[in-house]
């Protein structure tokens, strides 16, 4: 299958410092992306869907300031974390899609940011 | 927010018996796929069912789509040790949104 590659797979940070998380798609080029974040135990929250070249759709309750979505080119979106607080300590997952739907989205293998 | 409801929520079973996923969804979809995560890994993918498919088989693994029921099943034949993980259905509306997932244990 198809490999989206993500970057970090853990970071630890300060309190108040922002934090990037990129998410590549190494061997296609993928016309959407979604981010999402889980809490341990829990399932993966859809967070945003991004689309090359235009701004994120964010799903309700996910403030847009705090996570800033770029999907600059068809390989490559990141997910930037502002002013990071404890509580934004989670699991963030990209997924990258080729084409339109009902096209098989691939993962990439999730980042654990830790604030302290 | 989260498409639907899985059951059950935790499954143990015995190396070798058949362990059975339900996962219901509420709106209209193109597909439905399914995916495994072990404790704090990236997600695999399993198995892609389109709305106009009724089952669909990959190895030991079978999914069913009732798409009037808005409902699908995960079936894993004979289980193995190495199943054990956490399933989750997602499904594509454009979007995809996971249900909240089964943890399933396979003791040896």
């Known amino acids: 299958g198809a490999v989206v590659s993500q970057h970090p797979s853990r970071v630890i940070c300060k309190s108040g410092t922002s934090v990037k998380i990129e998410c590549r798609s190494l061997d296609f080029q993928a016309t959407t992306m979604f981010w999402y974040r889980q809490f341990p135990k829990q399932s993966l929250m859809l967070m945003a869907t991004?689309?090359?070249?235009?701004?994120?759709?964010?799903e309700q309750g996910v403030e847009k300031d705090k996570f800033l979505i770029n999907h600059a080119s068809l390989t490559l979106s990141t997910l930037t974390v502002a002013s990071a607080h404890p509580e934004d300590s989670s699991f963030y997952i990209c997924?990258?899609?080729?084409?339109?739907?009902?096209?098989?989205?691939?993962f990439g293998q999730g980042t654990r940011l830790t604030v302290v | 927010s989260q498409q639907g409801e899985e059951d059950p929520q935790a499954l143990s079973i015995q190396e070798g018996e058949n362990a059975t996923m339900n996962c219901s969804y509420k709106?209209?979809?193109?597909?439905l796929q399914w995916y495994r995560q072990n404790s704090g890994r990236g997600l695999v993918h399993l198995i892609l069912?389109?709305?106009?498919?009724r089952e669909k088989h990959s190895g030991r693994l079978r999914v069913t789509l009732d798409t009037s029921k808005k409902s699908s099943s995960l079936l894993i034949t004979a289980s193995r040790a190495a199943d054990t993980a956490s399933y989750f259905c997602?499904?594509?509306?454009?979007?995809?949104?996971f249900g909240a997932g089964t943890r399933l244990t396979v003791k040896p």
């Open positions: 997924s990258a899609r080729q084409g339109a739907v009902s096209t098989e989205a691939f």
């Open positions: 997602a499904t594509d509306a454009g979007d995809m949104r």
């Open positions: 709106t209209s979809i193109n597909n």
């Open positions: 069912i389109r709305s106009n498919e």
């Open positions: 991004s689309n090359e070249g235009s701004k994120a759709t964010y």
